[in-house]
């Protein structure tokens, strides 16, 4: 009878699990390499910003004891401080703002993001973004004023009523999402005023606001192991963490028909990646389709690089990238969690004036002319990063940026204008109050505008160019 069972059982499982795992092998079998390799490349292109994201978020919110956790999911961090080179998990950190963090799991409830009446004059914001990287959403200064407030942030399958209090529900594409606080710092002097304003900051999950039975827990995750930021660049291995974080990120109508080409190499919701059954010529082929992604990215950097593209084409809601799955991968590689451009823009400097990489052995002025200075309703910075790592600069100054709260310590020019300097000696100590160090080897820098004023949005103000000095 035991016997009689077990053929009963090969019997059920050849109808209904066999031709399954066939139908994936023979359209494996059937790829040739040249296909797998345009697939790999281009679910590379769209998956980067997803797995890098997660390694980040798992730095945070999973890894208990690791150097860069801030705590469990939906529980509000306060950094009362700006970023230093010692923050080593996001790449381009802004140290203008001390940071606070919520990671939101959203499977069992919504939450209620509470904030407090800021003062006029202080710029504050909070950033969703979802796990595709996409900016969802806007609470702050900008989009919704400096008043109290409370906002419903709810995931995709939630089908609740909105309760009394609540000003706007927020909702996230995902399962998992990332709020982001920024909390102007007018100087070292205000932290005490900062740490004012993030002590009104709560969140909160929808029962706990309305006083009702809390729900029933999700389901334990056992999340993944991400792989830091140099695997990331070349193992296969990436696929699993992408076929991993899309299982919590339903497929937008709009990309069923590309994530049914990715399946064909296994990458995909549901999807099981497995570069260990792959033929050696397909499994080259992926391995060559993750290296034309990156030379991808390089001549995109190059438009970059010439002014023909910028950060304000890179970050934004779903509907404003609308497939420039490029964009979102160079806006992950070179500043992740970038503001869309109504709530900030980035001028960047890669290259010098003569178009030639920037090496703080080199010395550079940066002139503000008179009535020139970044035009922003809330403020501006200039702040140096080392390459390749994109991280903060340490130096004896222990300063990391030249922003608009410093205008009153920087010399001005005979004309009124400001000159700023830009290498890794000093310029002099007649000099060192406008002085930006560099690492001597390669760096780049990000302006930053915050609540950027029309002329900056329209383009009819520009950035001044990065001179080398004769």
């Given at each position: 009878?035991?016997?009689?069972?077990i053929g009963i059982a090969i019997m059920?499982?050849?109808?209904?699990?066999?031709?399954?795992?066939?139908?994936?092998?023979?359209?494996?079998?059937?790829?040739?390499?040249?296909?797998?390799?345009?697939?790999?490349?281009?679910?590379?292109?769209?998956?980067?910003?997803?797995?890098?994201?997660?390694?980040?978020?798992?730095?945070?919110?999973?890894?208990?004891?690791?150097?860069?956790?801030?705590?469990?999911?939906?529980?509000?961090?306060?950094?009362?401080?700006?970023?230093?080179?010692?923050?080593?998990?996001?790449?381009?950190?802004?140290?203008?703002?001390?940071?606070?963090?919520?990671?939101?799991?959203?499977?069992?409830?919504?939450?209620?993001?509470?904030?407090?009446?800021?003062?006029?004059?202080?710029?504050?914001?909070?950033?969703?973004?979802?796990?595709?990287?996409?900016?969802?959403?806007?609470?702050?200064?900008?989009?919704?004023?400096?008043?109290?407030?409370?906002?419903?942030?709810?995931?995709?399958?939630?089908?609740?009523?909105?309760?009394?209090?609540?000003?706007?529900?927020?909702?996230?594409?995902?399962?998992?999402?990332?709020?982001?606080?920024?909390?102007?710092?007018?100087?070292?002097?205000?932290?005490?005023?900062?740490?004012?304003?993030?002590?009104?900051?709560?969140?909160?999950?929808?029962?706990?606001?309305?006083?009702?039975?809390?729900?029933?827990?999700?389901?334990?995750?056992?999340?993944?192991?991400?792989?830091?930021?140099?695997?990331?660049?070349?193992?296969?291995?990436?696929?699993?963490?992408?076929?991993?974080?899309?299982?919590?990120?339903?497929?937008?109508?709009?990309?069923?028909?590309?994530?049914?080409?990715?399946?064909?190499?296994?990458?995909?919701?549901?999807?099981?990646?497995?570069?260990?059954?792959?033929?050696?010529?397909i499994r080259k082929a992926v391995s060559?389709?993750?290296?034309?992604?990156?030379?991808?990215?390089?001549?995109?950097?190059?438009?970059?690089?010439?002014?023909?593209?910028?950060?304000?084409?890179?970050?934004?809601?779903?509907?404003?990238?609308?497939?420039?799955?490029?964009?979102?991968?160079?806006?992950?590689?070179?500043?992740?969690?970038?503001?869309?451009?109504?709530?900030?823009?980035?001028?960047?400097?890669?290259?010098?004036?003569?178009?030639?990489?920037?090496?703080?052995?080199?010395?550079?002025?940066?002139?503000?002319?008179?009535?020139?200075?970044?035009?922003?309703?809330?403020?501006?910075?200039?702040?140096?990063?080392?390459?390749?790592?994109?991280?903060?600069?340490?130096?004896?100054?222990?300063?990391?940026?030249?922003?608009?709260?410093?205008?009153?310590?920087?010399?001005?020019?005979?004309?009124?204008?400001?000159?700023?300097?830009?290498?890794?000696?000093?310029?002099?100590?007649?000099?060192?109050?406008?002085?930006?160090?560099?690492?001597?080897?390669?760096?780049?820098?990000?302006?930053?505008?915050?609540?950027?004023?029309?002329?900056?949005?329209?383009?009819?103000?520009?950035?001044?160019?990065?001179?080398?000095?004769?």
């Amino acid at each position: 009878m035991r016997n009689v069972l077990i053929g009963i059982a090969i019997m059920l499982l050849g109808v209904s699990v066999f031709p399954a795992a066939q139908a994936a092998d023979a359209a494996t079998a059937a790829l040739t390499p040249a296909e797998a390799r345009s697939i790999a490349k281009d679910a590379y292109i769209y998956g980067f910003p997803l797995v890098d994201s997660y390694r980040i978020q798992y730095s945070y919110f999973v890894e208990r004891g690791g150097k860069e956790f801030k705590a469990d999911w939906n529980t509000l961090v306060n950094n009362a401080r700006v970023y230093t080179p010692e923050d080593k998990s996001i790449q381009t950190p802004n140290s203008d703002t001390p940071y606070s963090y919520v990671g939101a799991d959203l499977r069992a409830e919504p939450l209620v993001i509470t904030v407090p009446a800021v003062d006029k004059k202080r710029y504050y914001s909070l950033q969703f973004i979802d796990a595709y990287t996409f900016n969802f959403a806007y609470v702050g200064s900008r989009a919704t004023g400096n008043d109290a407030g409370n906002y419903l942030l709810a995931g995709p399958d939630w089908k609740g009523k909105t309760p009394p209090g609540i000003k706007k529900v927020i909702r996230s594409e995902t399962s998992f999402a990332f709020v982001l606080y920024r909390t102007q710092l007018f100087g070292p002097d205000d932290i005490e005023n900062v740490k004012k304003v993030q002590a009104g900051y709560k969140v909160q999950t929808l029962s706990s606001f309305t006083g009702q039975p809390a729900h029933a827990a999700a389901p334990a995750i056992d999340f993944i192991k991400p792989l830091t930021v140099e695997q990331e660049r070349s193992s296969l291995d990436f696929f699993k963490v992408l076929n991993f974080v899309l299982t919590q990120s339903p497929t937008h109508p709009s990309e069923r028909a590309m994530m049914a080409r990715f399946a064909k190499i296994g990458v995909g919701p549901g999807q099981s990646f497995n570069p260990d059954v792959l033929s050696p010529e397909i499994r080259k082929a992926v391995s060559d389709g993750i290296a034309d992604a990156w030379s991808a990215f390089k001549l995109h950097k190059e438009e970059i690089d010439a002014g023909k593209s910028s950060s304000a084409d890179a970050f934004g809601t779903r509907a404003y990238l609308n497939g420039r799955y490029m964009d979102r991968m160079s806006a992950a590689v070179l500043g992740i969690y970038g503001n869309s451009k109504a709530e900030a823009i980035y001028p960047a400097y890669f290259v010098d004036a003569k178009k030639q990489p920037l090496k703080g052995s080199n010395r550079y002025t940066l002139r503000f002319a008179p009535g020139q200075l970044p035009p922003a309703n809330a403020f501006w910075s200039l702040t140096m990063y080392e390459l390749p790592a994109s991280l903060l600069h340490a130096n004896a100054l222990n300063r990391y940026l030249i922003n608009s709260a410093m205008l009153p310590s920087l010399k001005k020019d005979a004309d009124g204008g400001i000159t700023l300097y830009v290498q890794a000696e000093s310029p002099g100590a007649d000099k060192e109050s406008n002085w930006l160090p560099a690492p001597k080897e390669a760096f780049f820098m990000a302006m930053r505008l915050y609540w950027p004023k029309p002329d900056a949005l329209s383009g009819k103000w520009k950035a001044p160019p990065l001179q080398p000095a004769s």
